[in-house]
């Protein structure tokens, strides 16, 4: 996770974070939908000597329960870690591994909480292998959809057969993320020009370019980010530019969007305008939908984010 969710998602995917998290029975800042544990009797509370513990950052110990806090956009969630059978559909998994959410701040969290599809070992999908085998897909349907609904469908089964496909890297820095090759970026029909470096992928630095479902907008690395922004205002033309929150490339009234592609090893995915351009409420201001990436830990990685996803199926 690496910015605030957009509110419209009642589920988010979050690469990043490794755990299947709900709000559960005591829940202080949760809404009033709570999976009430004490009515299970296969749930189990996890001490800190269990080795699932140990695959938790930072737990805190005080008593008996392994119990951990971690930020997700603004909020603060505490967890308590436990196990049940859970059931998705037809499927049943016993004995998964999920942080049972004991307090949150902030208005981050989705009431439904919050799914883990990373590649961590305690992810939804690493606890699932057998009967997912690390596959799965989802259609993030756009924001101005009225009844917003998306679809998640787990396991190879069903999976589309014909699909652009690029290989996903595995970098041992930031293992839980999904890797991929990003080669150039092409605004309307002119290759930006951008240092080869500043999207190389690098397994010491942890640089490089990822798809996160969990983060909003797509955070390029500052050249990269510059290079792609100011083609983008040349082609859209001499319409006065205004910054809005964390956009510096907005317009007033309407403007004449290029497409934009990203080219990936073996895959280019060509963009429209609705899922470059994010639209003021009012309706009358449009911003480019990206931004510099912060100064931060994340500085030297380009992310490809959920605006930028939506209407397209990603398979992974
Ligand atoms: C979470 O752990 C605390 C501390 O052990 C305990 O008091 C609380 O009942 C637990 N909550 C659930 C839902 O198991
Ligand atoms: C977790 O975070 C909350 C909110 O910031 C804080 O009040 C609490 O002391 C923290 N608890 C632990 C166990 O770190
Ligand atoms: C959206 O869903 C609500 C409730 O399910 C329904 O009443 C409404 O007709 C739906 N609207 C559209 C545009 O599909
Ligand atoms: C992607 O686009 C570039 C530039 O237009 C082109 O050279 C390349 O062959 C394309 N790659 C694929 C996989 O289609």
């Known amino acids: ?88 559909s037809t499927d049943i998994v016993p004995g998964y591994t999920f942080g049972c ?29 057998d009967l997912y085998k690390s596959t799965f897909s ?24 014909r699909i652009k ?12 993320l999904y890797y991929v090759n990003l080669i150039g970026i092409r605004v309307g029909r002119k290759i930006v020009d951008i240092p080869a470096s500043a999207l190389a992928f690098n397994p010491t630095t942890g640089a490089g370019t990822i798809f996160d479902s969990g983060t909003v907008f797509t955070r390029l690395v500052a050249p990269v980010y510059t290079a792609v922004r100011d083609e983008f205002r040349r082609r859209v033309g001499n319409a006065i530019v205004s910054s809005l929150g964390g956009f510096d490339t907005c317009y007033t009234g309407p403007i004449v969007a290029p497409t934009m ?3 990936f090893s073996g895959m280019n995915v060509t963009l429209p305008p609705d899922n470059l351009l994010i639209r003021s409420t009012a309706g009358s201001t449009s911003c480019l ?12 990685l380009n992310v490809i984010a959920n605006m930028q996803q939506q209407n397209h199926r990603i398979l992974f």
């Open 261 to 263: 592609t990203f080219m």
């Open 1 to 88: 996770m690496l910015e605030p969710q957009l509110r419209h998602f009642s589920w988010l995917w979050i690469p990043a974070m490794m755990l299947l998290g709900f709000p559960c029975n005591g829940c202080v800042g949760c809404s009033s939908t709570v999976f009430n544990s004490v009515t299970s009797t296969t749930f189990k509370t996890l001490g800190c000597d269990s080795p699932q513990c140990k695959q938790v950052p930072n737990p805190v110990c005080g008593g008996s329960t392994c119990t951990w806090n971690t930020t997700y956009g603004g909020s603060t969630i505490l967890s308590n870690l436990t196990r049940d059978t859970i059931a998705l």
């Open 165 to 176: 496909t690029t290989p996903l890297l595995k970098n041992p820095r930031r293992s839980s």
């Open 289 to 300: 939908a990206m931004a510099a990436a912060p100064d931060n830990v994340n500085s030297v």
């Open 101 to 129: 959410i004991q307090k949150t701040t902030g208005s981050s969290v989705p009431p439904q909480g919050l799914l883990g599809l990373g590649r961590g070992p305690l992810s939804f999908l690493s606890q699932t292998q």
């Open 138 to 161: 989802y259609c993030l349907p756009s924001f101005r959809t009225l009844n917003f609904s998306g679809t998640l469908r787990l396991g190879p089964a069903g999976q589309p057969l």
